[in-house]
T-cell receptor, first 118, second 114 residues
C-alpha cells in the first residue's frame, strides 16, 4: 500500500459525460501528479500540482482539468468524454518538487481509477 | 478504425535465474532515472533510482546500470522469483523546470516460471 488513495476504483459512463476522479496523497506529500495509462499510449504524464499550484503540464487535453485543494487532495475532471478516454488514471504523490539540481524524490502511485466510456 | 495496443517486449525466465531488463532513453538532458514495477491491477511501484552522475546503483536483489554514452539503462534482478512477474517500466526525468515530470518507457513484461 503506497499510502495514496484514489476514488472511485471503477467508473463507467457514456460519451459526452463529465466525471471527477479524486486523489488523496500520502500524508505530508505536497506534490500530486496525474497519469493516464491506456493500451495504445502506455503511461502518459498529464499534470502536476505542488502545494495547490500547477507546476508542470504534459499531454493533457483541453477537455481535462485538475486542481489541488488546500488540504492537498486533488481532483481530475474529464469532460465531453470520448471512447478514447477509456483508460486507467493514476495519481502519484511525492514529498516535494524538484528544483534544478536539488533533491530527487520518489513518486508513490495510487491504485488507479479505471474509466470506461461507452 | 481498430486501435492497436502497444506490443511490449517480453522476458521469460526460470525461477532462480538472473533477469536483465533493458531500456533505451532518448533525451540526453535526462538527469534522473527510475525503474518501476507494475503488477496486474495495481499502480506502478518504485524499485530503484539512479542519478545521471552515477553509472551503477545496487538495491536488494536489484542493480541498475546507466550508460549515458549510448543512453541505455538496465535493471538486473538477481535470483528472480515468481513474485517478480510484472511489467517493468523505466522512467526518466528531464532536467530544468519540468518539476518532476516523468517520461515512461513502454514497459517490459517479465514472466518468471517456477
Amino acid at each position: 500500500d503506497s499510502g495514496v488513495t484514489q476514488t472511485p476504483k471503477h467508473l463507467i459512463t457514456a460519451t459526452g459525460q463529465r466525471v471527477t476522479l479524486r486523489c488523496s496523497p500520502r500524508s505530508g506529500d505536497l506534490s500530486v501528479y496525474w497519469y493516464q495509462q491506456s493500451l495504445d499510449q502506455g503511461l502518459q504524464f498529464l499534470i502536476q500540482y505542488y502545494n495547490g499550484e500547477e507546476r508542470a503540464k504534459g499531454n493533457i487535453l483541453e477537455r481535462f482539468s485538475a486542481q489541488q485543494f488546500p488540504d492537498l487532495h486533488s481532483e481530475l475532471n474529464l469532460s465531453s468524454l470520448e471512447l478514447g478516454d477509456s483508460a486507467l488514471y493514476f495519481c502519484a504523490s511525492s514529498p516535494r518538487t524538484l528544483t534544478g539540481t536539488g533533491t530527487y524524490n520518489e513518486q508513490f502511485f495510487g491504485p488507479g481509477t479505471r474509466l470506461t466510456v461507452l | 478504425g481498430e486501435s492497436v495496443g502497444l506490443h511490449l517486449p517480453t522476458l521469460s525466465v526460470q525461477e532462480g535465474d538472473n533477469s536483465i531488463i533493458n531500456c533505451a532513453y532518448s533525451n540526453s538532458a535526462s538527469d534522473y532515472f527510475i525503474w518501476y514495477k507494475q503488477e496486474s491491477g495495481k499502480g506502478p511501484q518504485f524499485i530503484i533510482d539512479i542519478r545521471s552522475n552515477m553509472d551503477k546503483r545496487q538495491g536488494q536483489r536489484v542493480t541498475v546500470l546507466l550508460n549515458k554514452t549510448v543512453k541505455h539503462l538496465s535493471l538486473q534482478i538477481a535470483a528472480t522469483q515468481p513474485g517478480d512477474s510484472a511489467v517493468y517500466f523505466c522512467a526518466e526525468k528531464v532536467g530544468g523546470t519540468s518539476y518532476g515530470k516523468l517520461t515512461f518507457g513502454q514497459g517490459t513484461i517479465l514472466t518468471v516460471h517456477p
